[in-house]
């Protein structure tokens, strides 16, 4: 009897006389009791649903291709009983390459997790900037942010980006393919891109100002030196 006790703990569930009958009967009861498989199918239902709206978000944010630009890594190092703690700060330029930008720092204890924090804070911080025929700017315009001074020109075709260091990032990501710079001051990166973000916020279309004026864009383009014909068409150019 032993034996046979000893074969029937270790043998599977089908090979137990009766098993077969107390399973379902288990199996009925659990589903007879109910409440908590319903719940766990909801819980189910729900976890599901929220994993689909993470893939769709997820899905929307891959749709839309951005150039991210890794401009400035500062490695800092803090003296504490038993060493030396190394920590990063990261500055990263980010923009979609049709008149949108946005730059972003963030510090951690690694490399990779600094420029993630970073990138993640220039996305939330983009800002639109209207091109003249989708490649230079409309007007020169100057930027000032502490000790930085930087100064931006609008440039005929195929002048191309005349900029250095962090200047050349920010014209990169932000798609504008003819521009002339200059930056008098200091050269830290992190004055240099606020200052030209400050010059690139004081960027105006004609069509923004001629819907402020009430005016047509002909009109204002006109009164540049253009003939009426010349403004005209580039007035019909202009898309923002």
């Not at 009766?18 to 409440?35: D, F, S, V, Y």
């Not at 319903?38 to 689909?52: K, S």
């Not at 002339?180 to 001051?185: E, I, Y």
């Amino acid at each position: 009897m032993a034996d046979e006790t000893e074969i029937q703990a270790g043998a599977p569930a089908d090979a137990i006389p009766g098993a077969e009958g107390q399973g379902e009967r288990r199996g009925r009861g659990g589903r007879g009791r109910g409440g908590n498989d319903r719940g766990g199918d909801r819980g189910g239902r729900g976890r599901d649903g929220r994993g689909r709206r993470d893939d769709r978000r997820g899905a929307e944010e891959q749709g839309e291709e951005l150039i991210e630009k890794l401009v400035h890594i500062n490695r800092v190092s803090k003296t504490v009983k038993g060493g030396k703690r190394f920590g990063f700060a990261a500055l990263v330029v980010v923009g979609d390459g049709k008149g949108r930008a946005g730059f972003g720092h963030g510090k951690a204890r690694e490399v990779p997790e600094a420029i993630s924090k970073a990138t993640a804070a220039a996305k939330k911080a983009m800002v639109r900037v209207p091109l003249r025929e989708g490649r230079t700017l409309h007007h020169d315009g100057n930027g000032h942010f502490g000790a930085g001074r930087v100064t931006v020109r609008t440039a005929p075709p195929g002048t191309g980006i005349i900029a250095g260091g962090p200047m050349r990032a920010i014209f990169e990501s932000l798609g504008v393919a003819d521009v002339v710079t200059k930056s008098v001051g200091t050269s830290n990166p992190y004055n240099m891109i606020r200052a030209t973000f400050e010059a690139l916020k004081d960027q105006t279309s004609p069509k923004s100002v001629s819907q402020r004026r009430g005016k047509k864009i002909a009109d204002l383009l006109g009164r540049g030196g253009a003939s009426a014909p010349v403004a005209e068409a580039e007035a019909a150019a202009i898309t923002e």
